[in-house]
């Protein structure tokens, strides 16, 4: 029998479909390998082409000093402008502002054939530095309520360009799924005296059936009631509502954490396409007891349809239990054990 | 310079990219034609067939009276089942219910070939007809708390058979989303008294940019803040919160600017995949004077990607008053004058 379970966090339910259930291994799309080059000649973020994006923001050079190995650029096709007045207009029903924000691109290596799964560590960690820096970097500007950091891999989750990179939006709102998000948050708190998701994290811990990897600062699982197969979050393990308090030891563990999930996805499900984002509190809600930051990361294995749309309910066909216990045995180099 | 824009409904922020906004005729993915037959020996919607479905909830007959027009079963990959127990269960942060729930499978037509917009509009009332009669059977079970009426049309709608059908997914659960919405309506009445999409409606006649197409009953849309290209809400005119509630005169003229809508759609973006659902309050709010139930088409031209999953906030290319512009310029066969 199908069962119906309801997201703690978000309050939304979704259907276990058991009955149309597949096994892990049957969601994997078989695609022919293709022989991606290390250097394309018309890429805009290969090394050589660095002229033909905007002026760089900031790098971080590579050993040998002579170049870089991940760099920061204004995205050329923004979706929002610095140049913009963040400034409100209501007419009756009408609700605007300036397209005032910032949108970074961040290119993760100039290797145009890597993929994040497979590059080292040290150097993840160095892309995760940089998130950092240019969070905190923003997160300064009073001009901006909320900084979003994500990632596109592959032509079903968005991606325009081959070449590994990440991208940041600075928006002058806080938008209103956020909002919604903190406030269920800020309710339990209110109610029980503790933070949902330190909670739940123990609770986890606990029962060890949704975890697919725990370190000493980073548990990645499966929710109860995710909405999506393989959809895996990883929350540090110290309360923290702001990605920006992650701590230099959290950061190389958050590298290693990373890396291994996006291993695990890669070689058990051959290199599906993903999204991951970073999910925190407003800039201006630092050190708020109620909300944790997390990551989270999104394999794009289905696709959402009229009942999605017209509901906001998902139908997952693989059940998170199975899901956790399939990504547990993908053996990986990195292999953090699974579990506490 | 971009603008954001707030959804008066939702409260979603969206960003409208004018920067690298797109003509309306630049979205179109060019396709191949290809030729579909009108019977398709092992499709298990087509004639002939019927003993492959589960057995028949209703039907429509066709005009000879020796077959039908439209056919309701049950869905054979059920995501919910009518056996199951809706009791709900709560251990500590995992909260469960029995996936009782009712999935049917509505049969536009018995033409595998056929797609909505062509099909004449007696046919597409009869369609609407048997929604309604579905709607309100399901809605008389106490068991029921809301039922979701959708059409996957194209692969990246997520339609995964070819032969035209709409489909009704009866659930046990408001979802939040669902619950949230109406929230809004209802403290929107309790501050001015009146129904935020009425006076919505009355602005945008007033306004005339955004409309595609008002007729005695409906008005097709584009929102001040759609959140994705040619995204057309398709609204009544008289207060309703239900779609039970729609009237005989009513139907006729909604399968009219349904027809309308898709076939501009079809003949404007070369067949673009599509969902439509129809968002009616739950059964139990029948007659609130706070919600009003409408159609939303939605074509997937563009995929979400890591920012619109981490944010909620979408990005759109294609300016809301340009889209309403083209599919108001479209000419369709059926061609009811655009605006008041």
Request: aromatic share 8%; glycine share 6%.
């Amino acid at each position: 029998m199908p069962e119906l379970r309801q997201n703690y966090f978000t309050k939304e339910w979704v259907i276990i479909a058991t009955d149309r259930a597949k096994r892990p291994e049957e969601m994997v799309k078989h695609r022919e390998a293709k022989t991606v080059a290390r250097h394309v000649e018309n890429c805009v973020f290969c090394v050589g082409n660095e002229g033909k994006t905007p002026p760089e923001v900031m790098r971080v050079p590579n050993a040998a000093g002579d170049s870089w190995q991940v760099r920061v650029v204004p995205n050329k096709f923004a979706a929002l402008s610095p140049e913009a007045q963040p400034t409100r207009t209501i007419q009756r029903s009408r609700r605007t502002m300036g397209g005032f924000g910032v949108h970074d691109v961040i290119i993760d290596t100039p290797d145009h054939s890597q993929i994040m799964a497979l590059l080292p560590e040290a150097h993840i960690a160095n892309v995760l530095k940089v998130y950092k820096s240019r969070y905190d970097a923003l997160s300064l500007d009073p001009r901006i309520a909320h900084v979003t950091i994500f990632k596109n891999h592959g032509g079903d989750a968005g991606a325009s360009l081959e070449h590994p990179h990440s991208q940041l939006i600075a928006t002058p709102v806080i938008s209103h799924q956020v909002r919604e998000r903190f406030q269920q948050a800020l309710a339990h708190y209110d109610e029980y005296g503790e933070c949902m998701f330190c909670q739940t994290l123990e609770e986890e811990m606990t029962e060890q059936s949704r975890i697919v990897l725990a370190t000493d600062h980073f548990v990645a699982m499966e929710l109860f009631a995710s909405p999506t197969p393989f959809c895996t979050p990883i929350y540090p393990r110290r309360h923290m509502a702001s990605f920006g308090d992650i701590s230099a030891v959290e950061i190389a563990d958050l590298a290693r954490v990373l890396k291994t999930v996006l291993a695990k996805l890669y070689h058990g499900l051959e290199n599906p396409d993903f999204n991951f984002t970073i999910r925190s509190a407003p800039a201006e809600y630092v050190g708020v007891k109620h909300f944790h930051w997390y990551v989270s990361i999104i394999p794009r294995m289905t696709r959402t349809a009229g009942f999605e749309l017209g509901s906001g309910m998902f139908i997952n066909t693989v059940v998170p239990e199975a899901a956790a216990e399939f990504l547990r045995n993908v053996k990986v180099e990195l292999g953090v054990g699974a579990g506490g």
